[in-house]
């Protein structure tokens, strides 16, 4: 089983949707939770990350973390077509153990947005 | 500020040559990640370093690879005796302090081609 699951998708909608991407864990350890954007042949672009539970919101973005049930959520409002992209969520434990510089990431959702 | 550079963006290789893959991290960081992500397959880390020390290698082949963040210049990745299976993008990724280590950023990869 891998540490953390991603549905590849495509995830195709048409623009102005609301998109959901979700990753789930089994690792305890994580604290740290990040969604990057990968365009394309690009590196990955941090949007956005929390530290334990709870919801962040950022522009058109909203994360949540609910470490109860390892789960962890993306939702971008008013989506564009600019936002089409790869979505990794990537997740680290906390400082002091043997791996906190380890970012551990899912296999990344393919997202399509169509005008 | 210039963000994470990687060099070259691309390179080609046959298999038994050596690969050197560059990173500099963006100004102010001292801390470096190397990820490589193979086709169909997420990111996946291999090492971190800090200045002339090597934090994690977790993630490293055990022959073959090699990372070193020297005081003065570049993060250089080495791939020696190279296999097809060594065909992979190679991201590197920097963070600016170690309470930071969560939030890294990335470049633009190397893509290396193992002909």
């Known amino acids: 089983q891998k540490e953390v699951e991603q549905d590849p998708g495509p995830l195709s909608v048409p623009e102005g949707a609301i998109v959901s991407l979700n990753c789930t864990y089994s690792?305890?350890?994580?604290?740290?939770f990040m969604w990057y954007r990968q365009y394309s042949r690009k590196g990955p672009e941090l949007l956005m990350y929390?530290?334990?539970?709870g919801n962040k919101e950022d522009g058109r973005f909203t994360a949540q973390v609910d470490k109860s049930s390892k789960y962890i959520s993306l939702f971008i409002r008013d989506s564009q077509p600019s936002d089409s992209a790869t979505y990794l969520c990537?997740?680290?434990?906390?400082?002091?153990?043997?791996?906190?510089?380890?970012?551990?990431f899912g296999q990344g959702t393919i997202l399509t947005v169509h005008p | 500020n210039a963000g994470v550079m990687q060099n070259p963006r691309h390179l080609v290789r046959r298999r038994g040559q050596e690969a050197r893959l560059r990173c500099s991290p963006m100004?102010?960081?001292?801390?470096v990640y190397w990820y490589r992500q193979l086709p169909e397959e997420g990111l996946k880390f291999m090492v971190y370093?800090?200045?002339?020390?090597?934090?994690?290698e977790s993630g490293m082949p055990k022959e073959r690879f090699s990372a070193e963040f020297p005081k003065e210049g570049p993060s250089i990745l080495r791939i020696q005796q190279v296999v097809r299976g060594d065909s992979a993008a190679y991201f590197c990724?920097?963070?600016?302090?170690?309470?930071?280590?969560?939030?890294?950023?990335f470049g633009p990869g190397t893509r290396l081609t193992v002909l």
């Open positions: 370093l800090q200045k002339e020390n090597i934090i994690d």
């Open positions: 100004k102010g960081h001292s801390h």
């Open positions: 990537a997740m680290s434990p906390n400082a002091g153990g043997t791996s906190y510089g380890k970012l551990t």
């Open positions: 990724a920097s963070s600016p302090l170690q309470s930071s280590y969560n939030e890294q950023f």
């Open positions: 690792n305890s350890a994580f604290q740290y």
């Open positions: 929390t530290y334990s539970s």
